[in-house]
């Protein structure tokens, strides 16, 4: 009996490459379908919207935007005249209290120069602190000097103040020299022959809390000298008139 060869082996291999090529086929006619969808609603929907309703929708639209900027015109509008009322009503308030504090000077002034005015001779008749905007320790001063014991003679001399208060709970009283370091350490000068208004300005010292200023002028042997004291909350004012205190 002869002998028979075995047959050949069977080698069975995956088709990858037509799979693959039939799942992109089945992609690609999902796209061109859902692309074929899509332009058939598009005419759909323009076959079936009347031509005036776009129009309605566009002058909608056109109106929306128009009244919107005109909602923040009349905002902007009104913050500007919250803005001038507020700057008016301030104005108003610092107009009335210049005039307050002019007829309070008016009225001094009428007191030196009437004929049955007191013969005080040489005094420290008034003071007035005014705060600075820009610094919560930084005062302008403004002293008033009278003589009208000896009617048209020249006083003249130097005037100092002194502030008196609390720093690390103990009362201290800080000097001119310590107040006013770039003034002349005599004090400032002044001239005059019924009145003078001397200006000048004080700088407290960190953690100092005043209660009251002590004003001392020196007019020489002819006038002699006057002191007064005042009062923290009686003469700080954001109008500069003039205030009375005690004198001595």
Do not use: C
Not at 84 to 108: M, S, V
Not at 120 to 135: C, P, T, W
Not at 211 to 219: P, Y
């Amino acid at each position: 009996m002869a002998h028979v060869p075995p047959p050949p082996a069977l080698v069975i291999r995956p088709h990858q490459e037509r799979s693959r090529w039939r799942e992109w086929t089945t992609i690609g006619l999902f796209w061109f379908a859902s692309i074929l969808v899509a332009v058939a609603l598009t005419w759909a929907l323009r076959e079936n919207v009347p031509a005036d309703g776009v129009a309605q929708l566009r002058r909608a639209l056109e109106q929306n935007a128009t009244l919107q900027q005109r909602v923040a015109v009349l905002e902007r509008a009104q913050q500007v005249g919250n803005a001038a009322n507020a700057d008016l009503q301030r104005q108003i308030g610092e107009r009335q209290a210049e005039i307050a504090g002019l007829r309070a000077d008016l009225a001094f002034y009428s007191s030196l120069t009437r004929a049955d005015a007191k013969r005080e001779g040489f005094s420290v008749q008034a003071l007035s602190l005014v705060a600075a905007r820009d610094n919560s320790r930084l005062f302008n001063f403004s002293v008033t000097l009278t003589q009208n014991l000896k009617p048209g003679q020249i006083a003249s001399g130097q005037v100092r103040l002194s502030v008196s208060g609390t720093r690390a709970d103990k009362l201290v009283t800080i000097d001119w020299t310590d107040l006013a370091a770039n003034a002349d350490a005599k004090g400032i000068g002044f001239s005059f022959k019924y009145f003078q208004q001397i200006k000048g300005t004080l700088l407290l010292p960190e953690g100092f809390v005043p209660n009251g200023v002590r004003v001392e002028a020196d007019a020489g042997s002819e006038f002699g000298k006057s002191s007064r004291d005042f009062t923290w909350g009686e003469i700080l004012t954001t109008s500069g008139g003039t205030h009375a205190g005690e004198s001595k």
